[in-house]
């Protein structure tokens, strides 16, 4: 049932050896960071998860490429879960102590982050859920543990608000409009919906909230309603084949794709690729990039990863949007750890404990970001402290055009003046239920 591989690039190791290194063979290089990597290569997701865990390996092999995190390698073994919370959980469990310990977890899937949230600060090992998960967890007060880097779904459901009254000529013009939601019938759907619900109650726009089941390949009767209600604009929070049939019911029912808006889970590549010109028009906010085949780092993996026959996956899928999410993802994993090391011991292995600090006192510059190759990928500063785990809550819009993206918004700060409070009051019910306090000063400083 378990999937599992191990990586080491090249600049360690003879290129003769394969990616399935042993264990025995990977150790006797030295000291090594061990992130564990939790794959959704089968199932309903398969095609958006395949090339996020791509790109999150082919980065790590770039970081050995260029000499590892000060002369310590990444180690990469992934666990397959299908998109299934209880193999995530397996997952976790059979992960995290090997290789010296595992360094962080990036589940990719809302219920696995739910189900880890109160597993991980008795294991002492961090989380970073870019862009899913639990949006209160940027509350770093209360979840110590839990690092939703550079966007949360909260991010997203606001940018896309902000961006339809930009089209529509200000937030004044949304009253009385009607806003359908298809969401994915799931913790991952739900987790959208307060910042919607608030920012209807504020403009005074109506919500159609469409709960999809899972795997999402029957949605004829959805989009009846679509069709009866006439909307104004739809949003989809959705993943996986969820989303192509999403799209392809709209084309059926006539729902124009202009006035479809994906968050940033439902806009890739795999969703629209096989549809084509007729998707044209469809948006989906993205968590700052999108498909970037021409940035810096892209160029770096093709040159010193791919070329050298250490690619992952295809070659021809290195930039589109989910492999730069992996390849982000892993661009945050390993800065916590160099940011830890200049605390701890510039060239040796952290723990998840010292790696934890290093991914709440993140401080990426501009300058740092174009050194790692991306520039006009991301924006700068992406700064947490105790009580922000998110670092960064920018976003943009992008555009299908029948065979690519263009992007369709400048960079959107989704508004923290309405988010904030939420996400505290959020993180304190939790905490409540869960008998938590929130963290003292001196807790902050450790």
């Known amino acids: 049932m378990i999937f599992k591989r191990l990586a080491i690039s090249?600049?360690?190791v003879a290129a003769t050896l394969s990616s399935g290194l042993a264990t025995s063979v990977a150790m006797a290089q030295g000291a090594v960071q061990f992130f564990p990597s939790l794959t959704g290569r089968t199932g309903p997701v398969a095609p958006n998860a395949t090339p996020f865990a791509n790109g999150y390996w082919d980065y790590m092999k770039l970081v050995n490429e260029r000499g590892g995190i000060n002369g310590v390698r990444t180690l990469v073994e992934e666990c397959e879960t299908a998109y299934a919370t209880d193999r995530g959980v397996e997952c976790y469990e059979r992960l995290k102590g090997r290789h010296g310990g595992a360094t962080v977890f990036q589940p990719l899937s809302t219920g696995i982050t739910f189900a880890l949230t109160d597993r991980v600060p008795k294991d002492k090992i961090p989380m970073i859920t870019s862009g899913y998960g639990r949006s209160d967890s940027a509350d770093g007060g209360i979840f110590k543990?839990?690092?939703?880097?550079?966007?949360?779904?909260?991010?997203?459901?606001d940018v896309i608000i902000q961006h339809i009254a930009k089209l529509e000529g200000g937030f004044d013009k949304l009253r009385g409009k009607r806003i359908a939601v298809g969401y994915h019938d799931s913790p991952f759907g739900k987790e959208l919906l307060p910042i919607l619900e608030e920012r209807s109650k504020m403009h005074g726009f109506t919500l159609q909230l469409l709960p999809i089941p899972a795997p999402g390949v029957e949605q004829k009767a959805i989009w009846l309603q679509v069709r009866q209600s006439r909307p104004d604009y739809v949003i989809l929070q959705t993943w996986g084949v969820m989303t192509a049939t999403a799209v392809?019911?709209?084309?059926?029912?006539?729902?124009?794709?202009?006035?479809?808006?994906?968050?940033?889970?439902?806009?890739?590549?795999?969703?629209?690729?096989?549809?084509?010109?007729?998707?044209?028009?469809?948006?989906a906010v993205m968590m700052q990039h999108g498909s970037t085949k021409d940035a810096g780092v892209v160029k770096e993996i093709l040159?010193?990863?791919?070329?050298?026959?250490n690619g992952t996956g295809p070659r021809d899928e290195v930039g589109d949007v989910l492999y730069m999410r992996g390849v982000v993802g892993a661009m945050l994993a390993t800065e916590g750890v160099f940011r830890a090391q200049e605390r701890f011991g510039k060239g040796k292995r952290m723990t998840g404990e010292q790696a934890r600090w290093g991914y709440e006192n993140l401080n990426i510059t501009q300058a740092r970001l174009d050194q790692l190759g991306f520039k006009?990928?991301?924006?700068?500063?992406?700064?947490?402290?105790?009580?922000?785990?998110?670092?960064s809550s920018v976003a943009r819009v992008?555009?299908?055009t029948g065979n690519g993206f263009e992007w369709a918004s400048d960079f959107l700060q989704a508004d923290e003046q309405i988010m904030r409070p939420m996400v505290r009051a959020s993180a304190e019910q939790y905490a409540r239920e869960k008998g938590w306090t929130r963290r003292t000063p001196a807790d902050c400083q450790s």
């Open 376 to 391: 006009g990928v991301l924006r700068g500063p992406i700064a947490t402290t105790c009580n922000d785990h998110m670092g």
């Open 303 to 309: 040159t010193k990863v791919h070329a050298k026959g």
């Open 145 to 157: 543990w839990n690092f939703p880097l550079i966007g949360h779904y909260w991010v997203a459901g």
């Open 398 to 400: 992008h555009r299908w």
């Open 248 to 283: 392809r019911e709209a084309i059926a029912v006539g729902f124009p794709r202009e006035k479809m808006f994906g968050t940033w889970w439902s806009g890739a590549e795999p969703d629209l690729k096989d549809i084509g010109q007729a998707a044209r028009g469809y948006n």
């Open 10 to 12: 090249a600049a360690f």
